[in-house]
T-cell receptor
Framework: GIQVEQSPPDLILQEGANSTLRCNFS?????LQWFHQNPWGQLINLFY???GTKQNGRLSATTVATERYSLLYISSSQTTDSGVYFC???????????FGAGTRLFVKA | DGGITQSPKYLFRKEGQNVTLSCEQN?????MYWYRQDPGQGLRLIYY???????QKGDIAEGYSVSREKKESFPLTVTSAQKNPTAFYLC???????????FGPGTRLTVL
């Protein structure tokens, strides 16, 4: 089945720094989601991005479906950006979604 | 305000007891999902439902059961057959199955 790998697994930033999180997937996909899980466990939708580039404030995402990866950019990081970032893709031919293991981000004040 | 609600937020269970976790959505979404998350791990699919009165097993369905009698409700029962039920449980929904998913706030289950 499709494999999803996220990197780096852990990331520590100083407030104000920029970062790039990566999601690689092993098969073609027709959609991809990025989520932020806050310290209380809530999963917050960041982007639904099967292909192309989207931006929302300080965050942007790019998916290159033909090369099977997606990138999440965080600019001018804030302490509230701390948490775990997940990417998720549907399994081939079905409705089951597979999540990556996540990138754990800590932003220091 | 549309959204997904889960209750209770925290749940404590004695070994051998069945417990039911509630998930309700008022987004008029057709599909609903249950995931389990263990500490420091990603999400794993327990069950999903594409339409009322239909549901399918996910990757870790053993020891769990669900029902989908109404479009807006998808309760999950954790049975005594689930050997390691302590985890964080998340419910999600999407308009067409397999499309963009939205999540509830989760239920933390602890077995005492």
């Amino acid at each position: 089945g499709i494999q999803v790998e996220q990197s780096p697994p852990d990331l520590i930033l100083q407030e104000g720094a920029n970062s790039t999180l990566r999601c690689n997937f092993s098969d073609s996909v027709n959609n991809l989601q990025w989520f932020h899980q806050n310290p209380w466990g809530q999963l917050i939708n960041l982007f639904y991005i099967p292909s192309g580039t989207k931006q929302n404030g300080r965050l942007s995402a790019t998916t290159v479906a033909t090369e099977r990866y997606s990138l999440l950019y965080i600019s001018s990081s804030q302490t509230t950006d701390s948490g775990v970032y997940f990417c998720a893709v549907p399994r081939t031919g079905g409705f089951k979604t597979i999540f990556g293991a996540g990138t754990r981000l800590f932003v220091k004040a | 305000d549309g959204g997904i609600t889960q209750s209770p937020k925290y749940l404590f269970r004695k070994e051998g007891q069945n417990v039911t976790l509630s998930c309700e959505q008022n987004l008029n979404h057709d599909a609903m999902y249950w995931y389990r998350q263990d500490p420091g791990q990603g999400l794993r699919l327990i069950y999903y439902s594409q339409i009322v009165n239909d549901f399918q097993k996910g990757d870790i369905a053993e020891g769990y059961s669900v029902s989908r009698e109404k479009k807006e409700s998808f309760p999950l029962t954790v049975t005594s057959a689930q050997k390691n039920p302590t985890a964080f449980y998340l419910c999600a929904s999407s308009i067409p199955p397999g499309d963009e998913q939205f999540f509830g706030p989760g239920t933390r289950l602890t077995v005492l």
